[in-house]
Structures are given as C-alpha cells and as structure tokens.
C-alpha cells in the first residue's frame, strides 16, 4: 500500500490506527509525506516513509509539476496494489499517477476549503482537476453529504464510487470522559483552530467585543498556531485588551489538557470536511458552540450537545456564548454527556477505519 499526504501531524494524530490496522492484516506500507525530522515515529507502526517536496498551499506551475514528476516516479518504484491519499494536492496528484500507473485508487476528500466556497475561475479550475484526478478512482471517502453532494452534482464522482464516513472519527480510549469542572466565578470558553480567516476568527473577535462589553465572567482561550501572520498582532491586541489567554501551537496532550479545564468549545469555522476538535471535545464531555456549515453541524445536536449559529455571524455566536454562560452547571454537565455519548454512537474511530480498510480492500 502507498499512501499519500500533505503533512506529519494529520496522519500521526488521525490516521495511525488505519495504518496499524493495514501492517496488522499483512500488508507493507509506505508513506509519502512532506519532508519532516517527525516522519521517523512511523517507523515504530511499520510503515516506511518517502519524503516528498510539498507545498500544501504552492501555487508556481514549474514547481508543482516538478511535484507530480517526482511522486509518479516513486508510484512507478513502489508498484503498490492501491494508492491511498488524502486532501486535495495529494488526490489530485495521485489520482493523476494512478491512471497514468495503472494503480488502484482510494482517495479521501477531507474538506473542500476556501475554493469551493464562491463562484469563480479557481473553483470552475479545481472543479475540472478533480473530475481529472478521480475520473478512475475505485472509491472516494468524503466527510460530510454535503461535499459529496456537490461532487455528484458537479459530475467529479459517481453514486457507485462515494462513500461518506464519520471524518477520521474519534479515538474514545485516546480522548476519555473529563468531569465536568464544578461552578466558576467565570465561564471558560476554548477555541482550538489554525489562526487564519476562514477558521472564523474575525467572528471570534468581534462576538468577544460584544460579550465582553457587558459581562466580566467570560474567559477565551485560544490555542493554535499561526498559518495567517496578519492575525499575530490582531491576536495580541485583543488579548490586550479582554479576558483572552493565547496559547499558541500546542502538543495534543497539552490540547487535551486544556479541554479538560475548558467549559465549552467555540469553533466558528466557515467551512470544514469533519472538524477533528469538535469530535475530541466532545468525547471528553464538553458542549460546543459551532458553525451551521457541513462539517460542523453534523457533530453537533442543537440545544442538546451545544449550539449552532450562522456562520460568518458574529452577533449570533455572542449571542450563542451569552445563552451558555446563563445555564446552570449542571445544565452544561448534561450537555457535555449527551456529546459523549453522540460521539460513542456515530464517531468511533473503529468504524471509520473498518470503513476504510473495506474500500481498500475492494480496490485491491
């Protein structure tokens, strides 16, 4: 097996059990990734690893051929039975390799990003690369009905090669149930996101402004690294000037910690395929306040597990942080179990990776 991906840290942290589960059953797989010193710790599942030249938002033509050349030729080296990749240039490239190679292909579209969000020529170009890229395709995973519907409307895959799974799921034994923290004297609200526009931290910003003009028992904790620099100094302004402690990139362990002593996540995301943070606060027991977008709601059960509020709306999430802040602890307590157990029911990981392993399998 060959799989294909744009960086270290999604495969690590969501898609290692799917590589234990494929060197278990028998089979050798390689990695191709980004060139990374952390690239190492696949070697402890028994995975090998090529590394690859990748930029994940690399635009020069020359450069990104010159990509696609020297990813075909490792395809040609490995000679695997099925190529497996994930997000966009990895399913673009590698759809391309198969067909050229004659390999089996199972891709996974992981979210659709900023490109498919308005009409235009990037969308129209992107549109016609992944009708290239996965015209023969054994199977294509999507993340949500949304984006698969769009796909099938858009003539890039068909109802007999899709399939839609629970994101990458949740690891529950990973991401445990943390008791609820008893009452504060303030509410305690967590975003966990890359600091960029279209992860909703404009809406953040200013639903903060709002909140914080009236009320003095809120606190905002923000964790994730910058992938946009102009948000740094915004970032430090308003930690400046409200209850906003900034954490930066973080390990996931340190995340975990955080979410425990966390009441409520805040993610008001404008687009997503499944959104990872919101299935881990909610395995540990936290409600969420997120985005009424594909990706979002669908981890979500309004006003049972937390609430949804129109993306891009900021009054609407101050409105949605002022709601959680009036309820009685107990009441979030609730919350936060009723997410756990949505999470046990519809986002184990097991399944997603079965899911997997069965698409691969019938590729093969």
């Known amino acids: 097996m060959l799989v294909f991906a744009n960086d270290y840290t999604s495969v690590f942290h969501f ?3 799917l590589l ?7 089979h050798a797989v390689e990695l191709v990734l980004p060139v990374d010193d952390r690239n190492q710790a696949f070697a402890e599942i028994g995975c090998s690893v090529t590394q690859l030249p990748l930029s994940r938002f690399g635009t020069n033509p020359i450069e990104e051929l010159g990509t696609l050349v020297r990813f075909m030729k490792i395809v040609r080296s490995a000679r695997p039975d099925v190529l497996v990749t994930f997000t966009a240039k990895p399913n673009i490239y590698g ?12 891709s996974a579209v992981t979210g659709l990003g900023a490109t498919f969000q308005q009409p235009g020529f990037l969308r129209t170009g992107m549109t016609l690369l992944y009708r290239l890229a996965l015209r023969g395709a054994s199977r294509v995973m999507f993340e949500n009905s949304s984006n698969r519907q769009l796909f099938l409307d858009r003539h890039v895959v068909a109802e007999g090669n899709s399939t839609v799974v629970s994101g990458a799921g949740v690891n529950l034994a990973e991401n445990p149930l943390v008791p609820y923290p008893e009452k504060q004297d303030v509410t305690r609200f967590i975003a966990v996101a890359r600091v960029r526009r279209d992860k909703g931290y404009d809406q953040l910003f200013e639903a903060i402004k709002q909140v914080c003009a009236h009320r003095d028992d809120v606190e ?10 102009s948000y740094r100094q915004r970032l430090l302004e308003v930690a400046a000037d409200y209850p906003v402690i900034v954490h930066g990139g973080v390990s996931q362990e340190q995340v975990r910690g955080l979410l425990a002593q966390a009441d409520c996540l805040i993610h008001p995301s404008h687009h997503e395929g499944m ?7 909610s395995a540990a027991g936290r409600p969420c306040l997120v985005s009424d977008i594909p990706g979002c709601r669908e981890a979500v059960d309004s006003e049972v597990s937390g609430f949804l509020f129109p993306a891009k709306d900021a009054p609407a999430l101050a ?7 009036g309820l009685p602890t107990e009441q979030r307590r609730q919350m936060g179990l009723a997410a756990r157990q949505k999470m046990e029911l ?4 097991d399944a997603v990776v079965d899911s997997y392993v069965a698409a691969i399998m019938e590729a093969a």
Request: glycine share 8%; aromatic share 10%.
């Open 319 to 325: 409105e949605c942080v002022e709601r959680f802040t």
């Open 275 to 281: 959104a990872n943070v919101i299935l881990e606060a």
């Open 220 to 229: 905002f904790h923000i964790v994730g690294w910058y992938e946009d620099e």
């Open 346 to 349: 519809e986002f184990g990981r």
């Open 95 to 106: 759809g391309i390799a198969s067909q050229i190679c004659r390999v089996p292909l199972v």
């Open 15 to 17: 898609r290692r059990e």
């Open 20 to 26: 234990r589960r494929l060197v278990s059953d028998g």
